[in-house]
Nanobody
Framework: QVQLVESGGGLVQPGGSLRLSCAAS????????MGWYRQAPGKQRELVAT???????DYADSVKGRFTISRDNAKNTVYLQMNSLKPEDTAVYYC?????????WGQGTQVTVSS
């Protein structure tokens, strides 16, 4: 069983920055596409960003130019650097690990952007 442990959420003012981390418990990480998703109150979960095992990235239009996803294969960890945060970025952020036959989720970390 894979465990994904997220950290780095919190309260930040508009325009501020946060970096989320997600550490995976198994070397399945090395072949998996890692992603960050978010769910705001009353809304469906949505894709934020993904990074393949080869390093290719994809972003939601709403975060392009502000968020950066990266991975450290030596540490089985994926990161989401979030800059220029807006109140509409407020949500629970979930880490996802996906490979053929596998789909794992973290427990989520709250990000609140408010003055």
């Amino acid at each position: 069983q894979v465990q994904l442990v997220e950290s780095g959420g919190g309260l930040v003012q508009p325009g501020g920055s946060l970096r989320l981390s997600c550490a995976a418990s198994r070397t399945l990480f090395l072949i998996a596409t890692m992603g960050w998703y978010r769910q705001a109150p009353g809304k469906q979960r949505e894709l934020v960003a993904t990074v393949t095992n080869g390093g290719a990235t994809d972003y939601a239009d709403s975060v392009k130019g502000r968020f950066t996803i990266s991975r450290d294969n030596a540490k089985n960890t994926v990161y989401l650097q979030m800059n220029s945060l807006k109140p509409e970025d407020t949500a629970v952020y979930y880490c996802n690990m996906r490979a053929v036959g596998y789909d794992y989720w973290g427990q989520g970390t709250q990000v609140t952007v408010s003055s």
